[in-house]
């Protein structure tokens, strides 16, 4: 008989956690399992890449609460909460109060309040044999409180240690899942540190690639259509604080003073106002024509493959899926020295890691740009390297069979 698995996500946008889960479910064997995914929103590009088997279903009205951010919070409470019922206004002052005065434990004050909005959404009707919160915290969250199931599993993916988080929150959540899945050996081993008591539950699985599959959509998509013949520096990732493109701005502006013949292209969406903010950088630094945003696409490796140069200028992440495509499509990788940086490009042998700076994007930029040499030698480590991994989804088996 076939285990019943819920997974919980958010939307399927084109955006890291909703690709991982795309090469993630696409490995599953649906001989042994049943699988549900349910959808705060059912929408996004990636929606119709899932596999058949693959029963989609929404949360309904209260999981908007799930799209909650600084630029839609009043908002979205007001529609979605104090509209319905004028008394829960009252109900999230304790927390929206020191939220909007306290910039400091603005984050924990968030959390909490997110937490509590939550808790009123209604309980999933189904029993399963296993819960799996895919996206993160806030699916954690959801899967604690309002899933039934005998066996319950989430998945990390970002860096525990920064932005620190609060440990009185997310402690008992974690202690009360049956494993914790972290993405990289660098994010398994911040949490321990973090919260020593949960080394039992952690286990390593790496986002699961997909080179020939990747190879073959790089050969059928849209790519580059601007006619520049210069270098081309290429970011895959959305507009947010985390990605650094603060940084990779003022970087780019440097070359362009140098006289370098470069642009740098962004394939992303935008997180709340934090791209209007960047968009007038680049205009402050007159990169109109040099910093270039491309949106969002679901296949963005006839990009990856056109370009000359694969940068990830962030400030934290988990194990970024787009560095793992870049090394697939043997690009000369330019890492930002993130927490899993010297995992994914082995201390420096498959890409450069420099400072988390505009000097140091700067820098390795030029350097790349400047040195065939430095270029061939990484296409060269990368070409040796097969990162086909489809067996990371044994582990979750060897999970979900314990019981």
Known sequence: MKKKILFIGITMNCAGSEKSFLSFINTLDFNKYEADLILAKKEGLFLEQLPPEVNVIEMGHFGEVFKLSSKNAVSLIWNTYIKKNPFYAFDILPYFVPMVLCKKKRARFATKMWIHLMKKMKKVDSHYDIAVAYWGDRTMFYMIDKVDADQKITWLHFDYSFPKRDDDIY????????????????????????????????????????????????????????????????????????????????AMKRLKDDGYKARWYVIGASDDDYGDYIKSLVNENGLEEDFVFLGTTPNPYAYLKDCDIYAQPSRYEGKPIAVEEAKIMKKPIIAANYLSAKEQLEDGKLGCICDISVDGIYGAVKEMIDSKTKKDIYREELSKRDFSNRCEIEKFYNIVERN
């Open 171 to 250: 402690l008992p959540y974690f202690e009360k899942c049956d494993a914790i899945v972290n993405v990289s050996t660098a994010v398994d081993d911040a949490l321990k540190r973090e919260l020593p008591t949960l080394n039992e539950k952690c286990i390593v699985i790496e986002n699961i690639n997909n080179p020939p599959l990747i190879e073959k959509m790089a050969n059928e998509g849209e790519s580059f259509s601007d006619n520049f013949s210069g270098v081309r520096i290429l970011t895959v990732g959305r507009i947010a604080d985390q990605k650094g493109y603060d940084l990779a701005i003022p």
